[in-house]
C-alpha cells in the first residue's frame, strides 16, 4: 500500500456527461501529479500540483482540470467526455517538487474510467 | 529533449533464472534520478528501485539490482532468482533538472515469466 488513496475505483459514464476523480496523497507529501493510461500504453502525465498551485502541465485537453486543495487532496475534472477517455487514471504524490526523496513518486490504485 | 528508451517491448526468462531489461536515457545534467516502476496485471504501479544519479554504487533492494552506467547513459535492472509474481510491465523513468523533475517514461518491457 503507497499510502495514495484513489476513488472511485472504477467509473462507468456516458460520452458527453462529466466525472471528477479525487485523490488524497500520503501524508506530508505536498506534490500531486495526475497521469493518464490508456489500454497496454504508457503513462501521460496530465498535470502536477504542488501545495494547491499548478506546478507543471503535462498533455491535459482543455476539457480536463484539476485542482488541488488546503488539505492536499485532488481532484482531476473530466468533461465532455468521449469515448477515447477511456483509460486508467493514476494519482501518484511526492514530498515537493525537487530534490532527495521528492523526486520518487508513490502512486494509487488508480481510477478506471469507462465511456459508453 | 529527454528521452526514455526501453528497447525491449517483452521478454521472457524461466522461473528462477536471472533476466536483465535495459533503459537509456537522453540528458546533458550530471545530477539527476532514474527509477524502474513495476506494473503487474492489477495494474498497480510499483516503485521498484531508485538511483541518483551522484551516487556510484548500484542501487539493490532484494532481487532487484540496477547497473547504471552513467556515461553510457544506461540503467538496467536485473531481476535474480525469478518469481512467478515478478510477472509484470516495467518501467524505466528519468527526474532531472532539464525535465522541470517530472520523471520521463519509457514505453515498458514486458516481462514473462515461464514456470
Known amino acids: 500500500d503507497s499510502g495514495v488513496t484513489q476513488t472511485p475505483k472504477h467509473l462507468i459514464t456516458a460520452t458527453g456527461q462529466r466525472v471528477t476523480l479525487r485523490c488524497s496523497p500520503r501524508s506530508g507529501d505536498l506534490s500531486v501529479y495526475w497521469y493518464q493510461q490508456s489500454l497496454d500504453q504508457g503513462l501521460q502525465f496530465l498535470i502536477q500540483?504542488?501545495?494547491?498551485?499548478?506546478?507543471a502541465k503535462g498533455n491535459i485537453l482543455e476539457r480536463f482540470s484539476a485542482q488541488q486543495f488546503p488539505d492536499l487532496h485532488s481532484e482531476l475534472n473530466l468533461s465532455s467526455l468521449e469515448l477515447g477517455d477511456s483509460a486508467l487514471y493514476f494519482c501518484?504524490?511526492?514530498?515537493?517538487?525537487?530534490?532527495?526523496?521528492?523526486?520518487?513518486?508513490?502512486f494509487g490504485p488508480g481510477t478506471r474510467l469507462t465511456v459508453l | 529533449a529527454q528521452t526514455v528508451t526501453q528497447s525491449q517491448p517483452e521478454m521472457s526468462v524461466q522461473e528462477a533464472e536471472t533476466v536483465t531489461l535495459s533503459c537509456t536515457y537522453d540528458t546533458s545534467e550530471s545530477d539527476y534520478y532514474l527509477f524502474w516502476y513495476k506494473q503487474p496485471p492489477s495494474r498497480q504501479m510499483i516503485l521498484v528501485i531508485r538511483?541518483?544519479?551522484?551516487k556510484q554504487q548500484n542501487a539493490t533492494e532484494n532481487r532487484f539490482s540496477v547497473n547504471f552506467q552513467k556515461a553510457a547513459k544506461s540503467f538496467s535492472l536485473k531481476i535474480s532468482d525469478s518469481q512467478l509474481g515478478d510477472a509484470a510491465m516495467y518501467f524505466c523513468a528519468y527526474g532531472g533538472w532539464d525535465s522541470n523533475y517530472q520523471l520521463i517514461w519509457g514505453a515498458g518491457t514486458k516481462l514473462i515469466i515461464k514456470p
Open positions: 538511483q541518483e544519479a551522484y
Open positions: 501518484a504524490s511526492s514530498p515537493a517538487t525537487s530534490g532527495g526523496d521528492a523526486d520518487t513518486q508513490y
Open positions: 500540483y504542488y501545495n494547491g498551485e499548478e506546478r
